[in-house]
């Protein structure tokens, strides 16, 4: 079992940034590719960026790509998600995700093996 703790939502304004974290507990961190989904009521939950176990190699959505940056640190068991620029259109709930595959990650979230709890993003214009 893999317990995923998100932290760092909150309120911010248009072109602000946040830095958003994930600890792992539980089974071995650093075997897994890790990501970050989000989700925003009455949609579907929403693929924003993955990261191989290495950290080697890394994959975001397109209305992401150069505001937003996924790292992790596997001797914290955390992976992060740095967000900047961010839009109005930003604002959902940030999930993370835990899974052996980065392909699981990248086409089939229903199969992905632990989830957190989530937490909120909310941006004002």
């Known amino acids: 079992q893999v317990q995923l703790v998100e932290s760092g939502g909150g309120l911010v304004q248009a072109g602000d940034s946040l830095r958003l974290s994930c600890t792992a507990s539980g089974r071995t961190f650093s075997s897994y590719a890790m990501g970050w989904f989000r989700q925003t009521p009455g949609k579907e939950r929403e693929f924003v960026a993955g990261?191989?176990?290495?950290?080697?190699?890394?994959s975001y959505l397109d209305s992401v790509k150069g505001r937003f940056t996924i790292s992790r640190d596997n001797a914290k068991n955390t992976v992060y998600l740095q967000m900047n620029s961010l839009k109005p259109e930003d604002t959902a709930v940030y999930y993370c995700?835990?899974?052996?595959?980065?392909?699981?990650?990248?086409?089939?979230?229903?199969?992905?093996?632990?989830w957190g709890k989530g937490t909120l993003v909310t941006v004002s214009s």
């Open positions: 990261i191989t176990w290495s950290g080697g190699d890394t």
């Open positions: 995700a835990a899974d052996p595959s980065i392909v699981t990650m990248l086409v089939n979230y229903n199969g992905i093996d632990y």
